[in-house]
């Protein structure tokens, strides 16, 4: 495949969709066909793929991150015409913002790419093990999923994250990403491949799943048997769509309605610093504030603080009649208020008069994602870190830490939001399943 950066970007499209089957404007049977022959060549790539060393991985990941500098323009091409198609669509600041690629974004995913080549490789690693009485010797050691298909919008950056953490896992990756990055995603997928067959991997190790609309990405929900294991990335809806559809298993991930708690003995302070950085520090992600909560004790000190400091940051605040009384500019919050994941400078208020008030508040509305309680209070503190059922707790600190970088895991391939398999930052260890080695001596039963 030509890595050259002349071609128009529908020739990119062209190119890439001929890799997986060039079915763009075809029937729904030969859309299915398509996808399911791209999932029949990761099936075979995977295999290969379980049986690399580290050594051999982490050149395929050196080599990535090489050609994503050496094609920068190319790639960033690409992506204009994306973002020029969104901005005549009238897409949201907030949406660009996350679709925009430039050389310097460019060079920050090569280096995340780097990172991932530098984490320990959990494959192989022994989970536990020991000698039974009867002198069987046992392992259960970590091995890849097989297949993992990653279904998720408008965020080209998650077209590489994927990739390279599948790539050190072992793990074949069938890519799906929204019409709104086609061609972003379509350029990439072309250095990515090109720089794994570069290295002596196989090429169908990173795929385009071919097609395009809902079709395509039903056919790849309905691939059991050739996909092990399916993540959607992106808002609730999406996420809604594949978990009911699909006949794959699914690791849910990623919507956020998350809360802080300021508790009637938290540093009031520390508590608007923390409300801030959570709320504004980037809205548009899964790990940013949605509600915030006041206890009564601290309302009458703390709110006139915070909401002028919000308002000063452009935030709405939608607030019940306890935090409207403080300030005139607070919009009255509806019941589905208390739901939204805004993803904007927008926040929904309440007062409430205890912990356990506010405990039962995010039992009712969280998404089991993050929660955050800030308080003094060692009683308070346990009580919300042991009662409060959601993916990530946090005490005295932001909502914002919740992210598989922050947690020194290197890049992540989303946040899980389910209890079975890995529920968190989902990083290297999470696209790994274990299997038992039983080693016997003539043993029989």
């Given at each position: 495949?030509?890595?050259?950066?002349?071609?128009?970007?529908?020739?990119?499209?062209?190119?890439?969709?001929?890799?997986?089957?060039?079915?763009?404007?075809?029937?729904?049977?030969?859309?299915?066909?398509?996808?399911?022959?791209?999932?029949?060549?990761?099936?075979?790539?995977?295999?290969?793929?379980?049986?690399?060393?580290?050594?051999?991985?982490?050149?395929?990941?050196?080599?990535?991150?090489?050609?994503?500098?050496?094609?920068?323009?190319?790639?960033?091409?690409?992506?204009?015409?994306?973002?020029?198609?969104?901005?005549?669509?009238?897409?949201?600041?907030?949406?660009?913002?996350?679709?925009?690629?430039?050389?310097?974004?460019?060079?920050?995913?090569?280096?995340?790419?780097?990172?991932?080549?530098?984490?320990?490789?959990?494959?192989?690693?022994?989970?536990?093990?020991?000698?039974?009485?009867?002198?069987?010797?046992?392992?259960?050691?970590?091995?890849?999923?097989?297949?993992?298909?990653?279904?998720?919008?408008?965020?080209?950056?998650?077209?590489?994250?994927?990739?390279?953490?599948?790539?050190?896992?072992?793990?074949?990756?069938?890519?799906?990403?929204?019409?709104?990055?086609?061609?972003?995603?379509?350029?990439?997928?072309?250095?990515?491949?090109?720089?794994?067959?570069?290295?002596?991997?196989?090429?169908?190790?990173?795929?385009?799943?071919?097609?395009?609309?809902?079709?395509a990405a039903k056919h790849l929900m309905r691939a059991r048997g050739l996909v092990d294991v399916l993540i959607p990335r992106g808002g609730a809806g999406l996420i809604r769509s594949v978990v009911e559809e699909s006949t794959v298993p699914v690791i849910e991930t990623g919507v956020g309605n998350c809360h802080v708690y300021v508790d009637a003995d938290a540093d009031l302070d520390q508590a608007l610093a923390i409300l801030l950085n959570a709320k504004t520090s980037r809205p548009s992600v899964c790990n940013a504030a949605e509600t915030l909560l006041v206890h009564a004790a601290v309302a009458e000190t703390f709110l006139p603080?915070?909401?002028?400091?919000?308002?000063?940051?452009?935030?709405?605040?939608?607030?019940?009649?306890?935090?409207?009384?403080?300030?005139?500019?607070?919009?009255?919050?509806?019941?589905?208020?208390?739901?939204?994941?805004?993803?904007?400078?927008?926040?929904?208020?309440?007062?409430?008069?205890?912990?356990?008030?506010?405990?039962?508040?995010?039992?009712?509305?969280?998404?089991?994602?993050?929660?955050?309680?800030?308080?003094?209070?060692?009683?308070?503190?346990?009580?919300?870190?042991?009662?409060?059922?959601?993916?990530?707790?946090?005490?005295?600190?932001?909502?914002?830490?919740?992210?598989?970088?922050?947690?020194?895991?290197?890049?992540?391939?989303?946040?899980?939001?389910?209890?079975?398999?890995?529920?968190?930052?989902?990083?290297?260890?999470?696209?790994?399943?274990?299997?038992?080695?039983?080693?016997?001596?003539?043993?029989?039963?």
């Amino acid at each position: 495949m030509s890595t050259s950066p002349e071609g128009s970007t529908a020739d990119r499209i062209a190119a890439s969709a001929a890799h997986s089957g060039g079915v763009a404007n075809s029937s729904s049977d030969d859309v299915a066909e398509a996808v399911r022959a791209c999932a029949r060549r990761a099936k075979e790539a995977a295999v290969q793929l379980a049986t690399l060393t580290r050594r051999q991985k982490d050149a395929a990941l050196h080599a990535i991150a090489d050609a994503l500098v050496a094609q920068t323009e190319r790639i960033v091409a690409a992506n204009a015409a994306d973002v020029s198609r969104a901005e005549r669509s009238g897409a949201t600041a907030a949406y660009l913002d996350r679709l925009r690629l430039d050389a310097n974004r460019v060079a920050a995913i090569a280096a995340d790419v780097r990172k991932v080549a530098a984490l320990p490789d959990p494959v192989g690693e022994i989970v536990r093990g020991g000698v039974l009485a009867n002198g069987l010797e046992l392992r259960q050691v970590r091995v890849p999923l097989g297949v993992v298909g990653i279904i998720y919008e408008g965020r080209p950056n998650v077209t590489v994250d994927a990739a390279s953490l599948c790539v050190k896992s072992g793990n074949a990756v069938l890519l799906r990403g929204s019409s709104s990055a086609e061609a972003s995603n379509a350029a990439l997928v072309e250095v990515l491949r090109d720089a794994v067959a570069a290295s002596g991997l196989p090429a169908d190790a990173v795929q385009l799943v071919p097609g395009a609309g809902h079709d395509a990405a039903k056919h790849l929900m309905r691939a059991r048997g050739l996909v092990d294991v399916l993540i959607p990335r992106g808002g609730a809806g999406l996420i809604r769509s594949v978990v009911e559809e699909s006949t794959v298993p699914v690791i849910e991930t990623g919507v956020g309605n998350c809360h802080v708690y300021v508790d009637a003995d938290a540093d009031l302070d520390q508590a608007l610093a923390i409300l801030l950085n959570a709320k504004t520090s980037r809205p548009s992600v899964c790990n940013a504030a949605e509600t915030l909560l006041v206890h009564a004790a601290v309302a009458e000190t703390f709110l006139p603080r915070a909401l002028a400091a919000l308002r000063d940051a452009g935030v709405t605040v939608h607030g019940d009649a306890r935090v409207a009384a403080f300030d005139p500019t607070v919009v009255p919050a509806t019941e589905e208020d208390w739901d939204r994941e805004y993803l904007s400078l927008d926040i929904a208020a309440a007062v409430v008069d205890s912990l356990d008030d506010a405990i039962a508040h995010i039992r009712r509305h969280g998404t089991g994602h993050s929660e955050a309680i800030v308080t003094r209070s060692q009683t308070a503190a346990r009580r919300f870190a042991a009662e409060v059922d959601a993916a990530a707790v946090l005490i005295n600190a932001s909502t914002r830490f919740v992210d598989g970088g922050e947690f020194g895991f290197g890049a992540e391939i989303g946040i899980s939001t389910q209890k079975l398999h890995a529920r968190g930052p989902m990083a290297l260890p999470e696209l790994t399943s274990t299997k038992w080695i039983v080693v016997g001596d003539g043993h029989v039963r």
